[in-house]
């Protein structure tokens, strides 16, 4: 009887691992979702235990769009667990071997208030970028910060994600090897597209930049163009 309820806990404990294993990698998903994508092409089905988001838009120069919504019951405030006994994966040692990963600071589950924080002023900044960039009024310099953050995120993210599938595939939970699968797809298509984004961010700058100009000569002053 004893035995039984002890492995039915150890049981419970590996499972509660793995659903935080996956939580992370579907939150550093939603994360790092670029959010303008080509219009041609259809969205990636999104991971189990991620909710599918609508592909935004890309707005015209005037007008900024919206951030995609964040996901109900935000991940980030999923309580952390210690690895149980029997869960492969122990990433306590992961993490002293490459520390500066983002996915630790951006998508690792964490209940460690100051760490919460500063990933939602984080996201706060990536927002406000993306903003100013759709809306022309970004400078070059910001331009490159926000393109930067985001081949940082998907060349770390490859690196996690390529390390966990290397070393621990095989023993992985089915689920748990289908996410980061299909992730790595996902950030290498990613990373493709970003000098195409950065590209369309700078030269929409320069329109604007074009259209200001020419209200300013046309007698408009300093005020901005209609």
């Known amino acids: 009887m004893g035995v039984n309820v002890s492995r039915k806990s150890l049981l419970r404990r590996v499972a509660a691992v793995a659903l935080f294993l996956v939580l992370g990698v579907s939150f550093w998903l939603w994360l790092a979702a670029p959010r303008e994508t080509p219009g ?28 995609a919504p964040p996901p109900a019951q935000s991940l980030m405030a999923e309580p952390a667990e210690a690895p149980a006994a029997g869960y492969p994966v122990n990433m306590e040692t992961l993490r002293s071997r490459i520390p500066d990963n983002l996915y630790w600071t951006t998508a ?10 500063a990933r939602a002023e984080q996201e706060r900044r990536q927002n406000t970028l993306f903003g100013k960039i759709q809306a022309g009024d970004a400078t070059e310099e910001e331009i490159h910060q926000y393109y930067d ?12 994600a390529g390390m966990l599938l290397s070393e621990y595939g095989s023993q992985l939970p089915e689920r748990d ?9 996902m950030h290498r298509g990613r990373l493709k597209e970003l000098p195409r984004q950065r590209e369309e961010a700078l030269a929409r700058r320069e329109l604007q930049e074009r ?13 901005e163009p209609p």
């Open 40 to 67: 041609a092409t259809a969205p990636a089905p999104a991971p189990a235990g991620q909710a599918s988001l609508p592909p935004p838009a890309l707005a015209p120069a005037s007008k900024p769009s919206e951030p």
């Open 211 to 223: 259209r200001r100009e020419e209200w300013r000569r046309q007698g408009g002053g300093k005020a």
């Open 108 to 117: 690792a589950p964490t209940k460690d208030p100051r760490e919460l924080q």
């Open 149 to 160: 953050f985001r081949r940082k995120l998907s060349e770390d993210y490859l690196v996690f």
């Open 177 to 185: 090897e289908g996410v980061l699968e299909l992730s790595v797809q």
